[in-house]
C-alpha cells in the first residue's frame, strides 16, 4: 500500500516539475501572441500523455471501487442514473474549455499533501475493522481533487471543482442511511394518496404504514395496494436532484435563483412522486391491478419526469419574468426624438 503511494506521489511530483519547465518554455516562445479560441486538440501531446497515465494509474489504484460502483449501477435501478453523471461532469468541463486552455495553470504543492491522505483514508477505509465503504468513494473524489489543485493550481480548481463535485451523485447512499430516508418518503405517499382517493365518491381507504386497503362500492380490493420501496420517491429525488445542479449550472442566473432553483428541485421530486402513487390507486381502483404493475408501473415512473421538468421550467421562467434587469429597464425608458429639419 505505501509503496503504491509513494511511487504515484513521486512520479506526480517529478512530473510536474517537468510539465512546468516544458509549459515555462512553450510560454516564452510563444510570448506575445494573441490568445483566441482553442480546441482540445491545441492542449499538447505531452498533457494528453500525462491525463492518460495519470487516469491508468487511478483506475489502477482504486479498480475495486470502480468495479464496485459499476455493479451498483447495474444492479440497483434507483442509482441507474450513475453511468450518465461522468458524461455530465465532462460537460461542465467543456463549457469552460476556453478559460482551462488559456489559463497559465502552476503546480501547488498543497494538492500533493491532499493527494497522500486521500489515498492513506481510502486504504484506511478499505483494511481497517473501523472503515466505513462510503468514505471509501468519496476519497476517490478527494484525491482526483487533490491531483487537480496540485498540478494545475487553484486556478483550474475554479474551473473543475464543480465537476468533480458533481461526482458524488454517482455514488450509491449506504444502504441502511437509503432505507431510513425512503421508509417515511413511502409512509408520506401512502397517506397523501389515501386522503386523495377518499374524496372519490364510493372509495373507502384505511392506510396502514406502507400498506393501503381499498373498499370499493362496499367491496374490499383485493391484494391490499402497497407503497413499495421504487414508488418512496427516493430514485426520482436522487436522479432529479443531480439534474437539477446541472441546469441551474448551466444556465446564467443570478446566485439566488440558482439556490432557489437548486431547492425546489426536492419538494418537486415529492410532489411528483404523490402523483404517481395516487395515479397507481386510481388505476388500481378504477381500471385493473395489472396496469399498475411491471412495464405499466414503470412508464408511470418515467412519465413523472417530464412533470419534473416542466415544473422547474415553469418555476425557472417565473423567476426570470419576475425581475428585469437593470440595462434592459434603462433601455425601455429611453426615448428617442427625431429632429426637424
Not at 505531452?46 to 464496485?68: A, D, S, T, V
Request: charged share 15%; glycine share 8%; with cysteine.
Amino acid at each position: 500500500m505505501f509503496r503504491t503511494v509513494l511511487v504515484l506521489s513521486l512520479w506526480l511530483l517529478v512530473f510536474s516539475v517537468v510539465d512546468n519547465i516544458i509549459t515555462s518554455t512553450v510560454e516564452r516562445q510563444g510570448a506575445g501572441a494573441p490568445v483566441g479560441k482553442q480546441q482540445w486538440r491545441q492542449l499538447g501531446l505531452h498533457n494528453y500523455i500525462k491525463i492518460l497515465i495519470i487516469g491508468g494509474l487511478l483506475c489502477y489504484l482504486f479498480r475495486g471501487e470502480f468495479r464496485m460502483l459499476v455493479q451498483d449501477w447495474l444492479s440497483d435501478s434507483s442509482w441507474s442514473h450513475g453511468f450518465l453523471i461522468p458524461l455530465f461532469s465532462l460537460y461542465f468541463v467543456n463549457q469552460h474549455k476556453q478559460e482551462i486552455l488559456n489559463l497559465r495553470a502552476r503546480p501547488n504543492y498543497l494538492g500533493l499533501i491532499f493527494l497522500v491522505f486521500g489515498i492513506l483514508v481510502y486504504f484506511f477505509n478499505l483494511v481497517s475493522p473501523a472503515g466505513y465503504a462510503y468514505f471509501r468513494s468519496l476519497s476517490v473524489l478527494a484525491t482526483l481533487g487533490a491531483i487537480v489543485l496540485f498540478l494545475g493550481g487553484w486556478r483550474l480548481v475554479k474551473y473543475t471543482w464543480l465537476p468533480i463535485a458533481f461526482l458524488i451523485f454517482a455514488v450509491p447512499f449506504p444502504r441502511r442511511y437509503y432505507v431510513s430516508l425512503t421508509m417515511p418518503m413511502q409512509k408520506l405517499s401512502a397517506t397523501v394518496a389515501g386522503a386523495l382517493l377518499d374524496m372519490v365518491g364510493g372509495i373507502e381507504t384505511t392506510v396502514n404504514g406502507i400498506v393501503i386497503d381499498v373498499i370499493y362500492k362496499g367491496q374490499r380490493l383485493e391484494p391490499s395496494l402497497n407503497v413499495a420501496e421504487a414508488c418512496s420517491g427516493m430514485r426520482l429525488l436522487m436522479a432529479f436532484l443531480a439534474l437539477g445542479v446541472a441546469m441551474a449550472y448551466l444556465h446564467y442566473r443570478p446566485l439566488w435563483q440558482r439556490l432557489v432553483l437548486l431547492a425546489s428541485t426536492i419538494p418537486i421530486a415529492i410532489f411528483c412522486n404523490f402523483v404517481r402513487v395516487t395515479v397507481t390507486g386510481f388505476i388500481y381502483v378504477l381500471i385493473h391491478p395489472r396496469y399498475t404493475q411491471g412495464i405499466y408501473h414503470d412508464m408511470l415512473g418515467i412519465a413523472m419526469l417530464p412533470l419534473a421538468f416542466a415544473l422547474y421550467g415553469f418555476l425557472a421562467w417565473f423567476m426570470s419574468s419576475l425581475f428585469i434587469e437593470e440595462s434592459e429597464a434603462v433601455a425601455e425608458d429611453i426615448v428617442v426624438r427625431k429632429r426637424d429639419v
